[in-house]
C-alpha cells in the first residue's frame, strides 16, 4: 500500500511539472510581440513584383488605413527595454526591421502624394533619417539610430542580411516584404529577402562581356558588414560567390568569384519613391 501511495505521489509531481512547464512555455510564447497588426497592412498594400524580386507600396491605401499604422505604432512604443531584453536574439531584431519599415512608411504618410522621393523630407541640414520622431524603447530616435545603432551595432546581431530586410522607401532598396517579420521565421525570411534581390537583374547582374559584377550601391556603402566575418563571409567576393545561384546561371562563376577573377563595380542608386504604378 505504502508503495502504491509513493507512486501515485510520484505521478502526480510529474504531472504538476509538466503542467508547470507548460504553462511556462505558453507564457513565454505570449510575450513575443505580436506584429500581426502590421503583417495585415503588408498583404493588403504591398505588391510584389518581378516574381517577388521587387516590391510597390500602394501609399495611397496605406494613408487610408493610417489609423491602423499608428496603433501598430503605438504598441511598438509601449515596450520598455526590460521587455525587449528578455525575447531571444531573433525576437529582438525581427521588433527592430519592423519598427524601422513601419516608421519609414509613416514617415512617407506624412508628405504623401505630394513626394518623389523620401529624400525630399530631409533638408541641406538634416536628412530624413537623421529626423527624430520616433519613440522607441524608452528614447525618441532616427531611423539611423535604429539602423546604425542598433540593427547593425557590431556585436548585437552580427547579420549583414539585414541590408536586404530594411527599406528606405525607394526603387532602389531591397523589396518591402508582403510579411512582417519574425523571431521564429527570421532566418528564412532573410535569405530569401537576400537571393530575391541579387536575382534582380535591374540592381544586380553579372556581365559576361565585362566579367563584372554590376551591383547596387548598398554593398558600397556597407562594404564593411560583409568584410567582418558574419556567417563566415570576410570579403564581398565572399558573400557574392555563396549567392552566385541567384547572380546568375553559369555555374563557373562561383569559382571565378571566389579566385577574385571577376571584378565589382557598383551601380547607380534610385531613390525614387517606391510607390504602386
Known sequence: MKNLKKLLMATLLTLTTMLASGMATNLA???EFDHSTWHDLLQK???LIKNGQASQVDYQSMLN???KLQTYLSQLSAVNVQEFSSWSKNERLAFLLNAYNAFTVELVLTKYPKLKSIKDIGSLVQSPWKKQFVPLLGEKRSLDDIEHGMIRKPGDYNEP???????CASIGCPALRNEAFSGAKLDAQLDAATK??????????????TNQLEVSKIFDWYKKDFERGWHGWNSLHAFFAHYAESLTNNPELKQ???DG???VKFLDYNWHLNKKQ
Open 261 to 263: 577573377n571577376v571584378d
Open 65 to 67: 488605413d493610417r489609423t
Open 161 to 167: 542580411r539585414i541590408h536586404f530586410a530594411a527599406n
Open 256 to 258: 571565378a568569384i571566389e
Open 29 to 31: 510564447i505570449a510575450a
Open 196 to 209: 530575391a534581390f541579387l536575382a534582380d537583374n535591374a540592381r544586380n547582374r553579372y556581365n559576361t562581356q
Open 45 to 47: 498594400n504591398v505588391v
